[in-house]
């Protein structure tokens, strides 16, 4: 019995060793008399913006930081990781799925007719085109059967206690308290992890500066109305710069003399000096007169693993809407297909997507080394891959303007040179 319970003993301490060795580190939360500490710091901004002190305890009432968010700046978090936005942790294969671009198509026509006369009044008020608000929308929220599940005071607040970008958050704080002094009710807003809200998930500083009464009805209500919610976009779109009756953009193909080191909005040019390297559009369609003189840049979103496009001035104020290159050309797409257009001529191929520490790295390194690098968030941005491209192009390497393990190997030894 004896020798049975020393067994027993032993073997007990050897699972609680193992347990504490392999356990995964622990997270540690900041104490809540910070976390309130912090919400009461806010209250000299709320005052100044018009909010009343009601409001502002009662939006803040049992509100404690949500730590499963990403893009925190947690001790004991890895400053670079994979969760956040599809938009950076997806191939472009992946991304735009051909099954559900055409799927949100195929919806998209029947919302066009069933909004007709509320898209007609909204592109003759704003020049925003009809096709590129229901694409945002089908994006956004798969035209309103998604319902975003966060409360936005909690994410935002979270966001500006402990996230990344805590500045940029605390601003779209205040606007969302701003929206409940206005009377919004608190019930409406729910939001995505990053306090996104509404049919077209836009941000509380937008609905301030652009949210206006779509259908006539007397009140604003973006959750709901699907004017409210489009008119609000378009105006958003508008304030952004966007040009009326042009396109996002044009697939094209490169000739065999460019590479994808051309890429990216500081090697803009008009159209016409496209044509004169070579580039044509990959539909054989010929650009008009007017278009020729249109700027545009080369954009390769999977470096020479797919597609390249030449993305003018609408296609950048999609991108202002969500900082994505996928994002825009998703919703740019999306809308061509929904105005009857068809699919990208060049196949997107399959490989597999660099982590997000790889690319981190690899940004870093290049910067090193001397390459413009303005970031190093482990984002697959124009930069990054015209960067990676000249690197490549510098160095004797296959050009393919895309983040691997073999390309931060060979900076890693340049780097010790």
Same mark, same amino acid.
């Given at each position: 019995?004896?020798?049975?319970?020393?067994? +027993?003993?032993?073997?007990?301490?050897? =699972? @609680? $060793?193992?347990?504490? %060795?392999?356990?995964?580190?622990? %997270?540690?939360?900041?104490?809540?008399?910070?976390?309130?500490?912090?919400?009461?710091?806010?209250?000299?901004?709320?005052? $100044?913006?018009?909010?009343?002190?009601?409001?502002?305890?009662?939006?803040?009432?049992?509100?404690?930081?949500?730590?499963?968010?990403?893009?925190?700046?947690?001790?004991?978090?890895?400053?670079?990781?994979?969760?956040?936005?599809?938009? +950076?942790?997806?191939?472009?294969?992946?991304?735009?799925?051909?099954?559900?671009?055409?799927?949100?198509? =195929?919806?998209?026509? *029947?919302?066009?007719?069933?909004?007709?006369?509320?898209?007609?009044?909204?592109? *003759?008020?704003?020049? =925003?085109?009809?096709?590129?608000? =229901?694409?945002?929308?089908?994006?956004?929220? $798969?035209?309103?059967?998604?319902?975003?599940?966060?409360?936005?005071?909690?994410?935002?607040?979270?966001?500006?206690?402990?996230?990344?970008? *805590?500045?940029?958050?605390?601003?779209?704080?205040?606007?969302?308290?701003?929206?409940?002094?206005?009377?919004?009710?608190?019930?409406?807003?729910?939001?995505?992890?990053?306090?996104? @809200?509404?049919?077209?998930?836009?941000?509380?500083?937008?609905?301030?500066?652009?949210?206006?009464?779509?259908?006539?009805?007397?009140?604003?209500?973006?959750?709901?109305?699907?004017?409210?919610?489009?008119?609000?976009?378009?105006?958003?779109?508008?304030?952004?710069?966007?040009?009326?009756?042009?396109?996002?953009?044009?697939? %094209?193909?490169?000739?065999?003399?460019?590479?994808?080191?051309?890429?990216?909005?500081?090697?803009?040019?008009?159209?016409?000096?496209?044509?004169?390297?070579?580039?044509?559009?990959?539909?054989?369609?010929? +650009?008009?007169?007017?278009?020729?003189?249109?700027?545009?840049? @080369?954009?390769?979103? &999977?470096?020479?693993?797919?597609?390249? +496009?030449?993305? &003018?001035?609408?296609?950048?104020?999609?991108?202002?809407?969500?900082?994505?290159?996928?994002?825009?050309?998703?919703?740019?797409? @999306?809308?061509?297909?929904?105005?009857?257009?068809?699919?990208?001529?060049?196949?997107?191929?399959?490989?597999?997507?660099?982590?997000?520490?790889?690319?981190?790295?690899?940004?870093?390194?290049?910067?090193?080394?001397?390459?413009?690098?303005?970031?190093?968030?482990?984002?697959? #941005?124009?930069?990054?891959?015209?960067?990676?491209?000249?690197?490549?192009? &510098?160095? #004797?390497?296959?050009?393919?303007?895309?983040?691997?393990?073999? %390309?931060?190997?060979?900076?890693?030894?340049?780097?010790?040179?």
């Amino acid at each position: 019995m004896l020798l049975r319970r020393r067994i +027993f003993e032993i073997l007990s301490a050897v =699972v @609680l $060793a193992a347990g504490m %060795v392999f356990a995964a580190p622990v %997270v540690q939360a900041k104490p809540s008399e910070e976390f309130r500490a912090f919400i009461e710091s806010l209250w000299p901004d709320a005052k $100044a913006a018009g909010v009343s002190r009601k409001t502002f305890d009662a939006a803040f009432a049992g509100v404690e930081p949500d730590y499963s968010i990403p893009d925190l700046d947690i001790p004991g978090r890895p400053k670079v990781d994979n969760s956040g936005q599809a938009e +950076f942790t997806k191939t472009a294969a992946d991304y735009l799925s051909k099954p559900y671009l055409e799927s949100l198509a =195929v919806q998209g026509r *029947k919302f066009l007719a069933e909004h007709k006369t509320d898209l007609e009044r909204i592109e *003759k008020m704003t020049g =925003v085109d009809r096709y590129t608000l =229901v694409a945002i929308w089908g994006r956004e929220t $798969a035209y309103g059967s998604y319902h975003p599940p966060n409360d936005a005071i909690r994410m935002l607040s979270t966001l500006a206690y402990t996230g990344k970008r *805590k500045d940029k958050f605390r601003e779209e704080l205040i606007a969302a308290l701003q929206m409940l002094q206005q009377g919004v009710p608190r019930s409406d807003m729910k939001s995505s992890w990053a306090g996104a @809200l509404g049919l077209t998930q836009a941000m509380p500083t937008e609905y301030l500066k652009y949210a206006v009464d779509g259908d006539g009805d007397g009140k604003i209500d973006i959750w709901r109305s699907v004017a409210d919610a489009l008119a609000f976009t378009a105006r958003q779109l508008e304030g952004k710069g966007w040009v009326r009756g042009a396109r996002w953009g044009y697939e %094209v193909v490169a000739p065999a003399k460019a590479d994808c080191s051309l890429e990216g909005p500081p090697d803009a040019r008009p159209i016409g000096d496209w044509l004169k390297l070579g580039f044509r559009k990959a539909s054989g369609a010929p +650009f008009t007169q007017a278009q020729l003189g249109d700027d545009a840049y @080369l954009m390769m979103p &999977a470096g020479a693993y797919g597609p390249a +496009f030449l993305a &003018a001035q609408n296609f950048r104020v999609i991108r202002l809407y969500n900082t994505s290159d996928l994002y825009a050309l998703f919703v740019g797409n @999306l809308g061509d297909r929904i105005r009857g257009e068809g699919d990208f001529v060049t196949s997107w191929k399959s490989f597999a997507q660099p982590r997000t520490q790889t690319v981190h790295d690899l940004q870093a390194k290049l910067k090193v080394l001397g390459y413009p690098m303005d970031k190093t968030d482990g984002k697959i #941005g124009s930069n990054t891959r015209k960067q990676i491209g000249l690197y490549q192009k &510098a160095n #004797g390497l296959k050009i393919d303007c895309w983040p691997s393990d073999g %390309v931060l190997a060979h900076a890693n030894s340049q780097a010790k040179r």
